[in-house]
């Protein structure tokens, strides 16, 4: 079982930046892919991005690549997505995800978190 707490949302200005985090418990962490998804109201919740458990391969939505960056540190059970160039259209319930090994980019992964808002505003 594993446990995914998000936070570092929050509201920011177009071309601003946050920095979201993702806490997971389990001592299994460092074999799990991560992946950011995001769910704007009225619509489908979408990938954003993807890490896998080993190589550190990543894997980006044409909308946030260039812009956003994902990374993790398995030390301290923790993924991050570094957001940049924030634009109002990027306005949404942040969720991050863990499934075992291999990074995909639709949303069949095992373990979900609360979400955490992120508002940019024009």
């Known amino acids: 079982q594993v446990q995914l707490v998000e936070s570092g949302g929050g509201l920011v200005q177009a071309g601003g930046s946050l920095r979201l985090s993702c806490a997971a418990s389990?001592?299994?962490?460092?074999?799990?892919?991560m992946g950011w998804f995001r769910q704007a109201p009225g619509k489908e919740r979408e990938f954003v991005a993807t890490?896998?458990?080993?190589?550190?391969?990543?894997y980006y939505a044409d909308s946030v690549k260039g812009r956003f960056t994902i990374s993790r540190d398995n030390a301290k059970n923790t993924a991050y997505l570094e957001m940049n160039s924030l634009k109002p259209e990027d306005t949404a319930v942040y969720y991050c995800?863990?499934?075992?090994?291999?990074?995909?980019?639709?949303?069949?992964?095992?373990?979900w978190g609360q979400g955490t808002q992120v508002t940019v505003s024009s």
């Open positions: 995800a863990a499934r075992k090994f291999m990074p995909i980019v639709t949303t069949q992964y095992d373990y």
């Open positions: 389990g001592r299994t962490f460092n074999s799990y892919a």
């Open positions: 890490i896998s458990w080993n190589t550190g391969n990543t």
